[in-house]
């Protein structure tokens, strides 16, 4: 995709990280973000800087949701029902991981102190919006960039997924 996005060579390209860990393309005008759960493996890429987390609508817990997210989320999801809570909570963490990933901020403080739903509001120079993808979810975050309608989902048989050596 990157290939593809800088009319470049799959050879010419040099993936390098940023003191945060972030990967980037030093030598491009172009932004990505990766993410990988279960069966999905999601990229997002631009010219800004931008986000994306996929996980699994399995892995809401409300434990997990007691301990983080700010206080005005804790109480939205204390009064959902199990599958409310389930998509809810993926869509927080989802959005809150890819705005962690857009912007270099830790993860952990990301998810314990910022809202997201005001943050879209207020700041427009960020914007974020979840997909659903059987039982997944996707979160996707852009600086300064329109987010997409849609998703495109390519499936890759299992066969070319196997690592061969040599």
Known sequence: VISLRTHQSIESIHIMRDSNGKPYIS?????????HSGEYAACS??????GVDVESLSHS???IAEHFFTHDERMILAGLNDDE???KFMCYWTLKESYAKCTGMNLISVIRNVN???IFKVDA??????????DYVLGVCCEN?????????????PACLRHTSG
């Open 85 to 87: 809570f389930r998509k």
């Open 27 to 35: 030598s491009h005008d172009v932004s990505f973000s990766l993410s």
């Open 145 to 157: 960039d329109t987010l997409p309608d849609s998703i495109h989902e390519i499936k890759i048989p």
């Open 116 to 118: 997201l739903e005001k």
């Open 45 to 50: 890429i631009g010219k800004n800087a931008n």
């Open 61 to 63: 817990r409300r434990d």
């Open 125 to 134: 120079n960020f914007s974020g919006r979840n997909f659903f993808l059987d």
